[in-house]
């Protein structure tokens, strides 16, 4: 109901701004995830212009510029910097229910690293026997917890990285292992999988060669997040 009333100052009809498409019927599934809202209810569209203003205000909500990472800056100074902007955030953040889903989408992760024998870490590309399962966009800045964002890493590598973002050019040498693990999780739990991509990455674009799409997807929000929203990239 928001998106139909939003606008008012500017014109009198409804929609005036966010567009809306519906879908059609809903349908009845136990399976209720975003991708079944957005299949049952259809999806909104706004006007280039508004989205590019949206980009750059929404620093100021979700970005170096919002109250609560200013808040973590001044916890991480106060301790003496003993925490980090990460840990503070995530512990402001932090409830029951995003708990219990980290755990449980690391657990799957490591039954299929574990049911495929080798794991390699995505960044170096080592052979590794222990590892970290870590967000390959921190969770305290994306809140994803999908399991195209789940990536197996030395903890060295883990704890050096912590909440900065991947460069461009960090991703790029990655990109094969990436991708290698993305296809892993995809042959296990393809439905699954793809309906998380397509909310997160794919957006409206086709799901055959879903590969380069989502990765193009993931170079540009790496992009947006060090360029606009002024988080700190992460080079190895």
């Not at 495929?116 to 305290?140: A, K, M």
């Not at 990285?161 to 990109?175: F, M």
Request: glycine letters at 6%.
């Amino acid at each position: 109901m928001p998106m139909r009333y939003i606008g008012g100052s500017i014109s009198l009809n409804h929609y005036s701004i966010y567009k809306y498409y519906p879908s059609g019927k809903i349908q009845n599934s136990l399976k209720q995830n975003l991708s079944w809202l957005i299949k049952g209810f259809g999806y909104f569209s706004i006007p280039r212009e508004y989205f590019e203003a949206f980009k750059v205000l929404g620093s100021f909500i979700n970005g170096t510029d919002s109250i609560i990472f200013k808040w973590a800056e001044f916890s991480v100074t106060a301790s003496g910097k003993k925490l980090s902007p990460e840990k503070v955030i995530n512990e402001i953040l932090k409830n029951p229910v995003t708990e219990r889903e980290i755990k449980n989408s690391k657990e799957l992760y490591k039954n299929l690293l574990k049911e495929n024998g080798q794991v390699f870490c995505v960044w170096t590309g080592n052979h590794i026997n222990t590892y970290d399962i870590h967000h390959l966009i921190p969770f305290s800045i994306f809140k994803n917890n999908d399991m195209w964002n789940l990536l197996p890493s030395q903890s060295s590598i883990n704890n050096r990285k912590r909440d900065k973002i991947p460069t461009i050019q960090t991703l790029k040498n990655a990109e094969e292992l990436i991708i290698y693990y993305w296809e892993l999780i995809y042959n296990k739990q393809k439905d699954y999988f793809l309906d998380q991509v397509q909310v997160s990455l794919l957006g409206n674009l086709p799901k055959d060669k879903w590969q380069k799409s989502a990765f193009s997807q993931l170079i540009n929000t790496s992009k947006y997040l060090i360029e606009i929203r002024g988080y700190e990239p992460w080079k190895l």
